[in-house]
């Protein structure tokens, strides 16, 4: 494919003079996606490998999440959570349907930085202080979600942050098992990820989920999983931590579930399932009727068959982009996957990846994270890895002249 070139548009250029800068000018204006395709204002094409960084799980303008939305704003828009609507209970009953036990309980917001922050106050409201989370994990921007995230050159510019959280190395039981054992009495609840997909997609070794849940079990602390990227069928289950079969107290989600829509979840089961109670928190636009119509919508989507081409793209991808010169391993599951690169050129692959007419993520200098939409074709995935080869070549004989 030729390369594609990209003059300033409209919202582009006034992009600087009218936002914060919290991410830079972007490289790129999108107008409008169709599947796993998105387009600029002058027709230029990518094939959507990020999908909003695993938002967007059934791709762009999907017929589904179009009809439910469009049905829902011309009922009822917002009201509140000061009165129900039928669209937040059918969502609340199909996720506590996914997690299989009676005693669930959903709490919606609008994020998952906003759900994690929900589940530390869970935490918070046992009577226990302590939190551990693990290194390199990533819970979200609020102060609260902040605090959990394991990553010290996004914390220090906002210390002090709220108190009492520990780290723990991601995947070191022992290390953990001798955190809890200096006071177990007052641990709250140990965080993680199934997988760690801002530090560059990585998964928890082989039985750690189990291992956490066994020592949760011993000290009472309850097991609070952040399922807010891998979640709604991303690793090729609904949730990643079914995976290993284990059942946490508390799980996080957003991103995928709302399709594009603003939405966060946290689900609880058992006695952390109680401790909200009227007045401990809220959120004004949580469970909005539309947001929660659009979930519905990708709920039942998202079936077992649909589950089960997951894992199959994701392993037809995961192969295709394996063998590519300058790729050194492929980790993840499902349609979330880190691409390991040989040399730290991720970043130039980006950059690259855009004139190809591929949009594809580096969380680290030598990790390029592919989450493209569920929905992706097989016809899709092809031309994106040879987008992707094109790249990689590009970045690599960008490296070698600069040396």
């Not at 819970?139 to 009492?164: C, I, N, V």
């Not at 997951?310 to 599951?333: F, M, N, P, Y």
Request: net charge negative; with cysteine.
């Amino acid at each position: 494919m030729t390369e594609q070139t990209h003059s300033a548009q409209p919202a582009l250029a006034a992009w600087g003079d009218t936002l914060m800068n919290t991410y830079g000018t972007p490289p790129v204006e999108l107008a409008r996606g169709e599947g796993a395709r998105v387009f600029g204002p002058q027709g230029a094409e990518f094939i959507d490998m990020l999908a909003g960084i695993a938002v967007n799980s059934l791709g762009h303008a999907h017929p589904a999440v179009i009809d439910a939305v469009t049905e829902q704003i011309g009922k009822l828009g917002h009201v509140s959570n000061l009165f129900a609507s039928e669209p937040v209970v059918q969502a609340a009953q199909k996720l506590k349907a996914r997690c299989g036990d009676d005693s669930a309980r959903l709490f919606f917001c609008n994020s998952g930085g906003e759900a994690n922050e929900a589940a530390f106050k869970l935490a918070r409201l046992t009577g226990r202080s302590r939190v551990l989370a693990a290194v390199n994990g990533f819970h979200g921007r609020t102060m609260g979600s902040l605090a959990l995230t394991g990553q010290p050159e996004k914390r220090a510019p906002f210390e002090p942050l709220p108190p009492g959280v520990e780290f723990y190395p991601y995947g070191d039981i022992d290390y953990l098992r001798k955190l809890v054992a200096v006071n177990p009495g007052d641990t709250a609840a140990i965080i993680l990820e199934p997988i760690q997909g801002e530090t560059g997609v990585i998964p928890a070794p082989e039985h750690f989920l189990t291992q956490v849940r066994q020592l949760c079990d011993e000290s009472g602390a309850l097991m609070l999983i952040d399922e807010v990227q891998t979640g709604i069928g991303r690793t090729g289950e609904f949730f990643a931590f079914q995976h290993e079969g284990v059942v946490p107290d508390v799980v996080t989600m957003a991103k995928g579930l709302g399709a594009g829509l603003p939405i966060g979840a946290v689900l609880a089961r058992g006695k952390a399932a109680e401790l909200f109670t009227p007045g401990s928190h809220g959120t004004t636009f949580g469970g909005n009727p539309v947001a929660c119509a659009a979930a519905n919508a990708v709920l039942d989507t998202v079936d077992d068959a649909f589950l089960a081409e997951v894992r199959r793209k994701g392993e037809k991808l995961a192969a295709s982009v394996a063998a590519l010169a300058g790729v050194q391993e492929v980790r993840g599951r499902g349609l979330m996957l880190g691409v390991v690169l040989d040399r730290p050129v991720a970043k130039d692959v980006v950059a690259k990846g855009l004139e190809r007419g591929v949009i594809v993520n580096a969380p680290s200098t030598s990790v390029v994270r592919l989450t493209p939409p569920l929905i992706i074709t097989d016809n899709d995935i092809d031309a994106a890895v040879e987008r992707i080869a094109l790249a990689l070549a590009d970045a690599t004989e960008n490296e070698r002249n600069d040396s």
